[in-house]
């Protein structure tokens, strides 16, 4: 198992290395938030929100509204943080902030990740499948992580130690998962869910969205980039099972 959770760690790195070594321009980084928002969105109204709302099968879930109550306060959390609390909020650069907010919401559902990683293990449930799945979504969390914090201009040094720290949150989740306890109960599951949902929500509406468009120039094109991210959350959720 440690040689997997180390391709894991890769390729979140290899993800993040995309937009940060590929020479680009104003309109190419762009591009790259189209295809980010997209997956921002796909994550989030087809993986995040059905799988936090729903009722578990055997039932030991959470019960309406508790869910949806989550997942508002995960919004507001964010909000709270990105304007009163996370560095950056005073700066004349609106975008500073952003990539902080991605880098909590992608945390949360990473380190749900890990803990659930450790639940299939131990039920005997880890397949193929499943195992090149999460890598498949590894390699896009790190994509999407960097190309929101070279948006707001970060260094490049601080954007690799954090996507460094990143990549190592799905393999401590699944430590903790398998020392801590055989598997994440339903409501657990739920309650990481719910409020990753919540701050995916906002990154991609608040954040990301209105900065796809707030230009004309570009809109056909960018506006395919992020038919084509919403499609693939699609197929890598589809993929997962």
């Known amino acids: 198992m440690t040689t997997r959770l180390l391709v894991l760690l890769g390729a979140t790195l290899l993800g993040g290395a995309i937009p940060l070594w590929v020479r680009r321009s104003h309109g190419l980084l762009h591009r790259f938030v189209a295809l980010t928002t997209g997956l921002f969105l796909g994550i989030v109204f087809l993986h995040l929100l059905p799988e936090a709302l ?84 590894k390699l896009v969390e790190g ?17 690799v130690l954090l996507l460094a720290i990143f990549s190592l949150v799905t393999p401590v989740g699944f430590l903790l998962g398998s020392g801590l306890f055989a598997q994440l109960s339903p409501a657990g599951a739920q309650v990481l869910t719910a409020l990753a949902a919540g701050t995916f929500l906002f990154v991609a509406l608040i954040d990301l969205l209105p900065e796809v468009f707030h230009g004309r120039e570009d809109g056909p094109a960018r506006l395919l980039l992020l038919a084509v991210g919403t499609l693939l959350a699609l197929g890598l959720h589809h993929f997962g099972g």
Do not use: C, K
């Open 143 to 159: 994509f999407s992580l960097a190309t929101v914090f070279s948006l707001g201009h970060a260094p490049r040094p601080r954007t």
């Open 54 to 137: 729903a009722p578990p099968a055997d039932g030991d879930g959470l019960d309406a509204p508790w869910p949806g109550l989550l997942v508002l306060l995960g919004v507001v959390l964010l909000y709270v943080l990105q304007n009163l609390v996370l560095p950056g909020r005073t700066s004349t650069d609106p975008h500073v902030v952003v990539g902080w907010g991605s880098f909590l919401g992608l945390s949360v559902h990473a380190l749900a990740e890990g803990l659930g990683l450790a639940a299939v293990r131990e039920a005997g449930g880890m397949t193929g499948v499943l195992y090149f799945s999460i890598v498949a979504h």
